[in-house]
C-alpha cells in the first residue's frame, strides 16, 4: 500500500483540472501542464481534491505507479501556481556567464565559450556574472536544464572550483604533500 499515492493533492482556487480520456490536464496562472494517466490507475477530482486510486493493488508496477503518478500531479500543481527555481554558482578565478538571447554563454577555464541553447518553457537570468537561476513550471525540465549546467564544469575536490548547486557543499581532498622535510 503506496503511503504517498494514497495522500490526496489539495487544489488551490485559480488552478483548474481536466481528465480527459488518458490524459490529466492541470491549468494555472502560470501555465499549463499535461500527464499521461498510467494502465490500471484512476485518477478522480473530489470537491476540490485530486485522488489517485490503484485498482490492482497486488501488482508490484503498479504500486510503483501508484505513488509515482501522485508526486507528478503533485509537482505539476506547484508548477502552474508557484513554479520551479534552481540556482547555480560559479565558482573559480575568471568562470563567468552571460545570457545573450535564448543562449546562455559559460566561461569555465576551457580554450572556448560553452553555448547552452535555453528551451522556450524556461527562464534563465545571470546575477553578477556567476549566479544562474532557472525557472520554469515543469520541475523535470528545470531539474535536467539544471544539470546541464553543471555538468559543463563539475565541482572538483582539491581546488573546489566549478558550476555548483546554490548550496551545495563539495568535500575537499587534501593535495599532494609535496617535499614537506626537504
Do not use: C, F
Not at 54 to 62: A, G, I, L, R, T
Request: positive net charge.
Amino acid at each position: 500500500m503506496s503511503r504517498i499515492g494514497n495522500k490526496p493533492i489539495t487544489i488551490p482556487k485559480d488552478v483548474e483540472v481536466k481528465i480527459e480520456d488518458k490524459r490529466i490536464v492541470i491549468k494555472g496562472p502560470k501555465g499549463e501542464l499535461e500527464e499521461r494517466i498510467l494502465p490500471g490507475i484512476r485518477v478522480e477530482v473530489i470537491e476540490g481534491l485530486i485522488k489517485v486510486i490503484n485498482d490492482q493493488p497486488e501488482d508490484k508496477q503498479h504500486r510503483a505507479w501508484h505513488g509515482l503518478l501522485r508526486s507528478l500531479l503533485a509537482n505539476m500543481v506547484q508548477g502552474v501556481t508557484e513554479g520551479w527555481k534552481k540556482e547555480l554558482e560559479l565558482v573559480g578565478v575568471g568562470y563567468r556567464a552571460k545570457l545573450e538571447g535564448r543562449k546562455l554563454i559559460l566561461s569555465v577555464g576551457y580554450s572556448h565559450n560553452v553555448e547552452i541553447e535555453v528551451p522556450e518553457d524556461l527562464e534563465v537570468k545571470v546575477d553578477k556574472n556567476t549566479q544562474i537561476t532557472v525557472q520554469g513550471i515543469d520541475k523535470y525540465k528545470v531539474g535536467q536544464l539544471a544539470a546541464n549546467i553543471r555538468a559543463v564544469r563539475s565541482p572538483e575536490p582539491y581546488k573546489g572550483k566549478g558550476i555548483r548547486y546554490k548550496g551545495e557543499i563539495v568535500r575537499r581532498k587534501a593535495g599532494k604533500a609535496g617535499k614537506a622535510g626537504a
